[in-house]
């Protein structure tokens, strides 16, 4: 038997950390290509809704909530609220 096999469970702990202990740029860097999120805007004074990537990067600009959420969704994210 070939001990190049990799063991399920030591795989799984080797991708467990705990997220209390994650630094500033971990934090940001968590769920990079898969959660954006919405906040309302004002933009040459008037209101829309920023799409921003989970580091705070700008990705877009929506002129209400529910397009916002849609493009989110559209694009294989998960969208999320910062209010």
């Given at each position: 038997?070939?001990?190049?096999?990799?063991?399920?469970?030591?795989?799984?702990?080797?991708?467990?950390?705990?997220?209390?202990?994650?630094?500033?740029?971990?934090?940001?860097?968590?769920?990079?290509?898969?959660i954006?999120?919405?906040?309302?805007?004002?933009?040459?004074?008037?209101?829309?809704?920023?799409?921003?990537?989970?580091?705070?990067?700008p990705?877009?600009?929506?002129?209400?909530?529910?397009?916002?959420?849609?493009?989110?969704?559209?694009?294989?994210?998960l969208?999320?609220?910062?209010?």
């Amino acid at each position: 038997m070939s001990n190049d096999v990799e063991n399920p469970v030591e795989k799984i702990a080797l991708n467990t950390f705990d997220v209390r202990h994650m630094s500033s740029d971990q934090l940001g860097a968590l769920g990079m290509s898969h959660i954006a999120y919405v906040k309302p805007v004002v933009v040459n004074g008037m209101t829309g809704f920023a799409i921003h990537a989970a580091d705070g990067t700008p990705m877009a600009l929506a002129d209400d909530r529910a397009t916002a959420m849609a493009a989110i969704v559209q694009h294989e994210m998960l969208p999320l609220s910062v209010h």
